[in-house]
């Protein structure tokens, strides 16, 4: 493994804080990105242990998001039409986004943060409030395989990814479909958003890498659909190597010439990031900065964990933003780790109070600024830090 870059250290991204405890010493880390040239993964260097990530307080809910409802909507539809779907399985199902699609008795969620599963639970969907594993595979499926397994943003949050793909071989059908979808690195990479990288997103997948880990398993990408969900993700369509049913798609190809070409698996790829990471906050602080100069009202909008790395590596903090608006309830009145900037109610923004935001939610930036373009006709500005740092 070769670290390339070294976002220093860092709070747990979604360990927001109290009013109570901001004295308190966080707990912090250093948050370095290494790169493994034998089977091409990039990954976080030291991880912090899951249990204090992901429990009975976890705050990101994926209903939250427009967006993100009508991307589970599509998927279902195309799971529907091309796959079986008589037992499916999820892996990490948040609040129920994709469960709620299909019939209670089709599908079985495995979510171990109890306060997420309790949400489907009480809606009677099976729900596993466990850690995914081959113990948990084996009593789920003793009786029956499955014939799909879905995981969307999960892996990327596993450590242990033979434990995670063991289990999954052993709970698919032999005609079973796997249906993973993370963020993209080719993506990360091109769009500069080294905001992907905190404690929980262990590996930022390319298909080069998973490729070869799926080789381990006797699994296979058969086809990959580009997605624009969390700053442009893949959702890669995967089956065992004995089952035939199925073609390889141009699709796969294509994904790898693009990743090949890019350099996604040359070390000298990373580095050249890494330099562009540093450039990307000078930029940043000096847009902060020249606005402050001009006693600018400067708020963020979406208290993402992305946030967090970006915050804390370029050392912004309240001199610079205000105050963050969020809609998730969880961190309504909170802090945001490290940077210890307050967490208000979403208002819709008004230029009265606000002359500039900070889009923390950059991924969805086509959502909010719908929802602002009052405050835009108004004159209201953003910073947006993707690709380069700008106002716009
Ligand atoms: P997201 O970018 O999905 O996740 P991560 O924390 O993994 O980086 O989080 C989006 C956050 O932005 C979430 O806290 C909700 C908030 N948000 C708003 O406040 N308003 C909005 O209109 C949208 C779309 C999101």
Redesign the pocket.
């Known amino acids: 493994m070769v670290k390339f870059l070294d976002l220093g250290l860092q709070p747990l991204a979604?360990s927001y804080l109290k009013k109570k405890n901001l004295n308190r010493k966080e707990k912090k880390f250093k948050l370095e990105v290494a790169f493994n040239s034998k089977n091409y993964l990039v990954s976080i260097v030291n991880t912090v242990p899951k249990e204090k990530m992901f429990n009975n307080m976890y705050p990101?809910k994926s209903s939250?998001?427009k967006?993100m409802q009508k991307s589970f909507k599509n998927l279902t539809k195309k799971i529907k039409q091309n796959f079986k779907t008589d037992f499916i399985i999820e892996i990490g199902s948040n609040d129920g986004i994709f469960l709620k699609n299909f019939n209670k008795q089709s599908v079985v969620g495995v979510e171990p943060c109890k306060n997420l599963a309790k949400l489907t639970k009480n809606i009677n969907y099976t729900t596993y409030s466990e850690y995914w594993n081959i113990k948990l595979a084996r009593k789920i499926t003793k009786n029956k395989k499955a014939d799909l397994i879905y995981s969307a943003n999960t892996l990327s949050h596993i450590k242990n990814l033979n434990e995670i793909f063991k289990a999954i071989n052993y709970s698919l059908s032999d005609k079973g479909i796997l249906i993973l979808e993370d963020p993209s690195l080719l993506k990360c990479i091109k769009n500069v958003a080294y905001d992907q990288f905190y404690c929980e997103h262990i590996y930022v997948f390319s298909t080069i890498s998973l490729k070869n880990i799926l080789n381990n398993f006797d699994l296979e990408i058969f086809d990959i659909q580009n997605l624009s969900t969390?700053g442009g993700s893949n959702r890669y369509f995967i089956k065992k190597k004995i089952n035939k049913n199925f073609q390889i798609k141009n699709s796969v190809k294509n994904e790898v010439k693009k990743e090949i070409k890019f350099g996604l698996q040359k070390i000298s790829t990373f580095k050249k990031f890494a330099k562009k990471v540093k450039k990307s906050k000078i930029k940043l602080l000096n847009i902060f900065k020249k606005l402050k100069k001009k006693k600018l009202n400067i708020i963020g909008?979406?208290?993402?964990?992305?946030s967090c790395t970006i915050l804390n590596y370029c050392k912004i903090g309240d001199k610079f933003i205000d105050y963050f608006?969020?809609?998730?309830s969880y961190?309504i009145n909170r802090y945001l780790p490290g940077s210890k900037i307050l967490i208000k109610k979403?208002k819709k923004l008004n230029k009265k109070n606000v002359d500039i935001v900070f889009l923390?939610?950059w991924?969805?930036k086509e959502?909010?600024f719908k929802?602002e373009k009052d405050f835009i006709k108004k004159g209201g500005k953003f910073i947006i830090h993707i690709p380069t740092p700008k106002i716009i």
């Open positions: 979604n990101y939250e998001s967006t969390h909008y979406g208290a993402t964990a992305k608006y969020d809609t998730t961190k979403y923390g939610a991924n969805f959502e909010i929802k």
